[in-house]
């Protein structure tokens, strides 16, 4: 993220992982940092601090909590553009979630 918009939403990392989240559509915890190169930990904490602020919304389906944004949340669709276009000036973090692999490999098969 350049300097114009690293710390929008109050620290680099909120914002890093809003725009991963924006992008995703749907993701969790572990997916977000392995893609941010962050501990467990710090991205729980982002997402519980967007979550109170009711920026996200966390869906728990079986074992784990699917987050994606809150499309309840007043500003939503303006929110979502304003991600979009952030995105568009970090092209690591493109490169980063173009290379995520978002479905299961088949059993057996070579990687």
Do not use: W
Not at 12 to 39: D, F, N, P, Q, W
Not at 46 to 54: F, K, R, S, Y
Not at 55 to 78: C, H, M, N, P, Q
């Amino acid at each position: 993220m350049t300097s114009s918009g690293f710390g929008l939403f109050g620290t680099g990392m909120r914002t890093k992982a809003l725009v991963c989240i924006c992008l995703l559509e749907e993701t969790h915890a572990s997916e977000l940092a392995r893609i941010l190169g962050a501990g467990i930990t710090t991205i729980r904490n982002v997402i519980d601090t967007l979550e109170q602020a009711g920026v996200v919304a966390g869906v728990k389906e079986g074992g784990s909590r699917r987050i994606r944004l809150d499309t309840r949340f007043r500003a939503y669709d303006e929110l979502k553009a304003l991600l979009q276009k952030m995105a568009l000036s970090d092209p690591a973090l493109l490169f980063a979630l173009g290379n995520e692999r978002r479905r299961p490999r088949r059993s057996g098969k070579e990687i």
